[in-house]
């Protein structure tokens, strides 16, 4: 029998969704507010990369919805009522006031220490605000010069003044010359050598065009020429990262062909049943998993013991766990990886920032893990951006100008300087075992939220491969962009499984 009751009450709570500024006009009425996307994230109690991730174009939905809503509403009005005395008063407008700037310094809530006068980061050189283990930084990738120039922002909408403008404030020039950060300088993006460009340039002319061989010679200088990269975008740091610090056995191999003892969750999981009838499954490829993965939380300095169930976000490293049970491997995979041995386990960051996040209040998918002891030092997640940064941007212009042999040397370079972070033979400038299991590990938890994303819009989610394969049923194209950059995924096979569950009936016999 219908329950109407039931129906009734399930009318009464739908609505529509609350109307939210556009995804340009969001981070502008944050910035203009002088608040870092880790101060919004803990009011609203979520991630600050989720903040990011709905100033670049990202739709919150249910309360947090709301939330953010009513904060952007407030920000618009604040703002406007500040234009407006700014412009009748000609008052300095907000964050123009020294005494503001200091207090709004005091009471920040971003993490790390605070300190009382600015220091030059150490990624990027600039003026910050904090220090993690010593070394100040900034907390917020937005705000650090190692995450590119800043876009452009649309102007808060203000009166137009008739009168001039006051002494010292100058209008800004309707157009110029770009620029990127060096160090403590910048200089126009057009002076910055192109190593990528130059090293395909000339490959292809020493092999007279040949593009097989030129593609042959370029991955085989891969790794020495992404080192020679990573030099070049680190040129103003204060922390130099070609270093081989002390690392704990843990992260030393057993034997001389055998592996150390770092878990790093890979998955290799398939759906154990599909409901009955016929099934048309895409297996879907995502994208530089790799590249996107250099963007995670790395240890900076070496790492440093400690014991007891508690973790630092503004730390980085690996630690021992007692992992959760897992009690959704009929639709999703564990996010600890294909692990048959029970009890205690090295994993890195990624794979326990998962588990926490998994075990919170807003997904409630398992209990949180045990930790157990931890090797971990001051983390960013801005340590390779720059270097991230050109090789994604050569990728993307080798993909628009349908150039594969660069396309084939970046993916070389990318892959290739992760894979020999370790005890290699093939790459002795850079030994952080360390941070190779760290993004590794890192490209298999973002394949396992783009699992978790499928199954929460409704596509049924059949297998998860390594770090860039994803098998699903349903209208993908709904939830993934489809093409060849690193946002996008793109087709690798369509396959079918199980037959109709109503078969037509075979025809007659014909006649003799």
């Not at 101060?39 to 739709?59: C, F, I, K, N, Y």
Request: hydrophobic share 35%; proline share 8%; glycine share 8%.
């Amino acid at each position: 029998m219908t329950d109407f009751g039931a129906i009734d009450a399930l009318l009464s709570s739908a609505g529509k969704e609350v109307a939210l500024p556009p995804v340009e006009e969001r981070r502008r009425l944050r910035e203009g507010l002088h608040l870092s996307r880790a101060q919004l994230a803990h009011a609203l109690g979520v991630g600050a990369s989720t903040v990011g991730g709905w100033e670049a174009g990202r739709e919150p939905s249910g309360e947090v919805r709301e939330k953010y809503a009513y904060f952007l509403e407030g920000a618009r009005t604040k703002l406007d009522a500040s234009a407006a005395a700014e412009v009748s008063a000609g008052a300095p407008g907000l964050g123009d006031d020294p005494a503001e700037a200091d207090q709004a310094v005091a009471t920040d809530d971003a993490g790390g220490e605070v300190l009382s006068v600015p220091e030059p980061c150490v990624l990027c050189g600039q003026p910050a605000r904090h220090q993690v283990e010593g070394f100040a930084q900034h907390l917020d990738p937005a705000e650090c010069g190692t995450a590119g120039p800043a876009q452009p922002q649309k102007p808060a909408p203000r009166k137009e003044s008739r009168q001039p403008a006051p002494a010292g404030r100058q209008r800004r020039a309707p157009s110029g010359v770009k620029v990127v950060p060096v160090g403590r300088r910048v200089q126009a993006a057009s002076d910055t050598p192109d190593l990528i460009g130059s090293a395909v340039a000339a490959v292809l002319a020493e092999h007279a065009g040949d593009v097989d061989a030129a593609t042959a010679a370029l991955v085989k200088r891969a790794i020495p020429d992404a080192m020679a990269l990573l030099d070049h975008t680190r040129k103003g740091g204060r922390y130099d990262v070609i270093a081989h610090p002390w690392l704990p056995d843990i992260l030393r191999k057993q034997t001389a062909r055998g592996a150390d003892q770092i878990w790093e969750a890979r998955p290799k999981w398939t759906r154990p049943q599909l409901p009955a009838g016929r099934h048309e499954v895409t297996a879907l490829d995502i994208n530089g998993a790799y590249l996107s993965a250099l963007k995670t939380h790395l240890p900076i300095g070496q790492l440093e013991h400690s014991t007891g169930n508690q973790h630092d976000r503004r730390r980085a490293g690996v630690h021992l766990i007692t992992p959760p049970a897992w009690d959704h491997d009929a639709v999703l995979p564990n996010p600890v990886g294909n692990r048959d041995e029970p009890g205690p386990l090295w994993v890195t960051e990624p794979t326990l920032r998962l588990l926490l996040r998994l075990s919170g209040a807003k997904y409630a998918l398992c209990d949180p893990p045990e930790i157990h002891e931890s090797w971990t030092s001051g983390a960013t997640e801005s340590l390779l951006e720059k270097f991230r940064t050109v090789l994604k941007d050569a990728r993307d212009r080798a993909i628009t100008d349908n150039d594969e042999v660069t396309l084939e040397y970046v993916k070389a370079m990318y892959s290739k300087f992760v894979s020999t972070l370790g005890e290699s033979n093939y790459n002795r400038e850079l030994y952080r075992t360390d941070w190779m299991h760290l993004i590794r590990s890192q490209a298999f938890a973002n394949l396992w939220w783009k699992a978790h994303r499928a199954y929460d819009e409704g596509l049924m989610v059949v297998r998860a491969m390594g770090t860039d394969e994803l098998h699903v049923t349903g209208d993908w194209r709904a939830v993934f962009p489809e093409g060849r950059g690193v946002t996008e995924v793109k087709v690798k096979d369509v396959y079918t499984v199980g037959t109709d569950q109503h078969p037509a009936p075979e025809p007659p016999d014909s006649p003799s």
